[in-house]
């Protein structure tokens, strides 16, 4: 009895012996791999637009087909990678056929080759991903190739280091000017940023047609950015190619400078209230080009000589006259001819100095008085130059006509005085100031003064808010219907009540009846109005742009019909490469609302076919003179109109640039609000969405699955606000994230407009499946109060679960900066290097929890068995656990069997 049970005990234990060996020796069949390596070609943490191939030489018992390959990168970040990002090579030779069922997402890229591979052993395997952005920490990386069933037949491994060095990198080449004059400053500069985790130097090189002119050094700490700037100037004229480093090249344009240079008068000094048949003018232009075409030449002669003044002739020692001298009014456009124009030509090329005179008859008054003569000299290429007091003349002595000689001007006007030198002695009674007027515009008061006459000397004084004396100097003159038309600045954002005297006006030899008034009541400044771009970094072609605008208690437009809506973009804004081309119809106006002042929606006109767009040179117009009448409100006070284009350029480089909002009604008024529109680098921000809110909403929503771990926010509304509603997710969690205690699944940052961010909301946030380990249960929102520097625990729930998001809301009485925390929480990008323990296997079937479990009971198996990382990997074939499980419960089976 003893034997044979001995007998069955042998033949089972030599059964389970060859299965098992059947087993080994089936699953060998592809055994490890070798000269395995998973590297990136740029190891610093955070790089961007990182290649990482996954190489090795497969081993293989019998042939293979390569069909499907699964590359896994842990904690970098796979989303910008494409199918185009894909390069294989089998033995050297780059597979050409196209790649079907891709993604990439969560440091996972999966693809499929099109046509297949035939592997043979001891082929050399490569597969390289483009765009991965690399973590803060070191990582395993693998990459599994399959056959045609998808069944894996070999493995690649391999550890990647992270390096924390010093890593400058240089951005944001500016030049402050690309057409210069010869001697002019050129100030260039570029943004330098050390990107690594410890302190490094740096040593930026201005270059000039490829060759290093200036350097300048520094040192940067980890993530500390400064600018480098470097001031140059050119000698010559030309084209020159300006750089930092890899940066550029820009274009700068160099000519020579129009100038003009000291003139003369003959004769200089005259006797007073005689008349010069022959006074000569001469003065000289250099650099004038010699192109071919027209230059304009004027000789401003001052108004007191206007009504004596006639011109004989011009001349130039080196061009040709082509247009004949001739009397009009001058550059300062007082509407008094005054003034000598003539024009000249050269076609010699280049550019040559030429000395210019005008020959004129004048009768002087008959009071002593310097003359000073003011030229201006508008190029053929369209610079303009001007020299005031180029030459003067001067009018002294007893008077021929027996007038009595006065004092001297600083405008050189001559006037009539009294017993004391002093008052101001009307000629008559004429009345020639018509109206005084105090007029707002936006937060300016200016002060205008209109008359039939052109003024010599004029003073007004201002009480109030400011008490202050206006003289005319300080106007500047405009004609309107034949009027004289004179605006000076008083002041901006002020308020209270304006009062405006004229206290004396003189012209033409005539004095202006005093005491004419004028009054002006200035409210306190309202909410003019808003302009955001989202996305609002530099450069993205596909921004929305929304701009907003309140029509104040004392607007022009109030009580009309609104008939147009025009947005308008600095040129410091289109210099910069911004554009509003793009919005070319009807459908890139996404919204065009009116809003009263009790939050209720008056109109809504954005996207329809009647909406009449043109945009031209910075400027989007948009007329509604087709829109049905019912849907054009009427405009009041309080009233906020926004609206919102697309697609919009922003600039290239951030900063605040100067837009507009300007409001037309069917009655031909209009009104205009500055606006400043922010533009900012997006380094620090990993996803950013905006949307507008109108007090109609119930429910507002923007699209985060640009972000690791969420996939959107919404948030109700319910009140009376209008404008726009921001959500950030920053790159990095801010400082206040570290006094949490519980794990950070993410932070976002949400804004909303002023005259609701302190109202109440829920708000909605859908996270990812897969950037929590916990029961969804778990998950909690906290709200950042920056007062008391403290995080808020809000009343959280779970609203909805699906098989790939959880979201989960809670209502909050302000909008700020919150964070989205669980009780346990998976190995994410962010936090990989924070965790010690073993990461649960993403591609396993098993529970997390499970795999978790069992991770630490494994650890000392898997360091018994690992081989070094960089040489090879094992192999293994699914189901040869299940096997000899099986064969062992035979061989029991077997064992009781004989027993009995």
């Known amino acids: 009895m003893t034997n044979t049970r001995f007998r069955a005990v042998s033949l089972s234990l030599l059964l389970i012996l060859s299965v098992v060996v059947g087993s080994v020796a089936f699953s060998g069949a592809a055994t490890a791999a070798t000269n395995v390596s998973i590297k990136p070609d740029d190891a610093t943490v955070d790089a961007t637009n990182v290649t990482y191939t996954a190489e090795g030489n497969v081993q293989l018992g019998n042939q293979d087909t390569l069909q499907y390959a699964d590359v896994h990168l842990g904690p970098a970040n796979v989303s910008a990678v494409g199918a185009d990002d894909v390069t294989v090579f089998v033995d050297g030779n780059q597979y050409s056929g196209g790649i079907t069922e891709f993604s990439a997402s969560n440091g996972t890229v999966e693809f499929k080759l099109s046509d297949s591979e035939s592997l043979s052993d001891g082929d050399h395997v490569e597969v390289a991903l483009a765009d991965v952005t690399n973590p803060s920490s070191n990582f395993t990386a693998n990459a599994t190739l399959h056959d045609s069933g998808d069944a894996q037949f070999q493995e690649f491994q391999d550890d990647v280091v992270i390096t924390d060095a010093a890593n400058i990198v240089y951005d944001d080449?500016?030049?402050?000017?690309?057409?210069?004059d010869t001697g002019d400053d050129v100030r260039v500069s570029a943004t330098v940023q050390n990107t690594g985790g410890e302190s490094g130097t740096y040593n930026a090189s201005l270059t000039v047609d490829g060759t290093t002119t200036a350097s300048n050094e520094g040192t940067l700490t980890a993530g500390e950015s400064t600018t480098t700037a470097f001031v140059t100037d050119f000698d010559s004229t030309g084209a020159y190619d300006v750089g930092i480093e890899e940066l550029g090249p820009k274009t700068v344009s160099v000519?020579?400078?129009?100038?003009?240079?000291?003139g003369s008068a003959s004769p200089a000094e005259v006797q007073p209230g005689t008349t010069v048949d022959n006074q000569n003018v001469s003065y000289t232009v250099t650099n004038l080009s010699q192109d071919g075409d027209t230059d304009v030449h004027y000789v401003e002669f001052p108004d007191a000589l206007a009504s004596g003044l006639s011109v004989n002739s011009a001349d130039s020692n080196a061009t040709s006259i082509t247009s004949s001298a001739n009397l009009v009014d001058g550059f300062d456009g007082d509407g008094t001819d005054d003034t000598v124009k003539f024009a000249t030509s050269g076609d010699g090329g280049g550019d040559i100095d030429a000395t210019l005179s005008t020959d004129v008859s004048v009768t002087y008054p008959s009071t002593n008085d310097t003359y000073a003569i003011d030229v201006r000299t508008v190029d053929s290429d369209g610079e303009v130059v001007t020299r005031t007091g180029v030459t003067s003349i001067s009018a002294s002595g007893e008077s021929t006509d027996g007038g009595t000689s006065g004092g001297t001007t600083d405008d050189g006007d001559s006037t009539e005085s009294g017993d004391d030198g002093d008052t101001l002695v009307p000629a008559g009674d004429e009345v020639i100031v018509d109206d005084v007027d105090l007029v707002a515009d936006g937060e300016d008061v200016d002060l205008v003064v209109t008359s039939d006459e052109s003024l010599d000397r004029m003073t007004v004084a201002v009480s109030g808010p400011?008490?202050?004396?206006?003289?005319?100097?300080?106007?500047?003159?405009?004609?309107q219907d034949e009027m004289y038309v004179y605006t000076a600045d008083v002041t901006t954002g002020t308020s209270g009540t304006f009062e405006a005297t004229v206290e004396s006006a003189v012209g033409d030899g005539m004095k202006a009846t005093p005491d004419a008034t004028a009054t002006l009541t200035v409210g306190p400044s309202s909410d003019e109005g808003s302009a955001a771009a989202a996305p609002p970094w530099p450069d993205d072609s596909e921004s929305s742009h929304t701009l907003a605008a309140t029509v104040d208690e004392d607007s022009s437009v109030a009580g009309e019909t609104l008939r147009s809506v025009e947005l308008g973009y600095s040129d410091a804004f289109l210099d910069a490469g911004g554009s509003v081309s793009s919005v070319s119809d009807d459908q890139n106006v996404a919204a065009l609302t009116v809003v009263d002042a009790d939050g209720t929606v008056e109109s809504r006109m954005g996207g329809t076919d009647a909406v009449t767009v043109n945009t031209d040179d910075g400027t989007v117009s948009l007329n509604l003179a087709d829109v049905d009448s019912s849907r054009i409100p009427t405009l009041e006070a309080?009233?906020?109109?926004?609206?919102?284009?697309?697609?919009?350029?922003?600039?290239?480089?951030?900063?605040?640039?100067?837009?507009?909002?300007?409001?037309?009604?069917?009655?031909?008024?209009?009104?205009?609000?500055d606006l400043s529109l922010d533009v900012r680098a997006g380094d620090a921000t990993a996803a950013f969405a905006s949307t507008v809110l109108t007090p109609d909403d119930e429910r507002v929503s923007v699209d985060l699955s640009q972000s690791q771990?969420?996939?959107?926010v919404a948030l109700t509304a319910g009140h009376d606000g209008s404008g726009v509603v921001n959500v950030a997710v920053p790159e990095d969690r801010p400082n206040a994230a570290a006094d949490l205690s519980r794990p950070v699944v993410t932070v976002l940052n949400i804004t909303?407009?002023?005259?609701?961010?302190?109202?109440?909301t829920t708000v909605s946030v859908s996270v990812e499946d897969d950037a929590y380990g916990s029961s969804s249960d778990a998950l909690t929102l906290l709200r950042y109060d920056d007062q008391s520097d403290e995080w808020v625990e809000l009343d959280t729930t779970v609203a909805d679960t699906s098989s790939e998001t959880v979201t989960v809301q809670a209502t909050t009485g302000?909008?700020?900066?919150?964070?989205?925390?669980?009780?346990?929480?998976?190995q994410t990008a962010s936090d990989a290097d924070e965790q010690d323990t073993a990461t649960p296997d993403s591609s396993s079937n098993e529970p997390a929890s499970q795999q978790t479990a069992t991770a630490a009971d494994s650890q000392q198996a898997v360091d018994a068995t690992a081989t070094p990382a960089g040489t090879e990997t094992s192999s293994s074939a699914p189901g040869f656990g299940i096997t000899l499980a099986v064969v062992a419960a035979l061989g029991a089976a077997l064992l009781l069997a004989r027993r009995n």
Do not use: K, W
């Open 173 to 180: 080449l500016t030049v402050n000017d690309t057409s210069v």
């Open 255 to 262: 000519s020579d400078t129009l100038n003009i240079t000291d």
């Open 466 to 479: 400011v008490d202050e004396t206006v003289q005319r100097r300080d106007f500047e003159l405009s004609r």
């Open 638 to 673: 309080g009233d906020r109109v926004v609206v919102r284009v697309r697609p919009v350029t922003n600039p290239e480089d951030a900063g605040e640039y100067d837009t507009s909002l300007t409001l037309g009604t069917a009655g031909d008024s209009s009104v205009e609000t």
């Open 709 to 712: 771990a969420l996939d959107s």
């Open 752 to 760: 909303r407009p002023d005259e609701v961010e302190d109202q109440s």
């Open 814 to 826: 302000e909008t700020s900066l919150f964070a989205v925390t669980s009780a346990e929480m998976t």
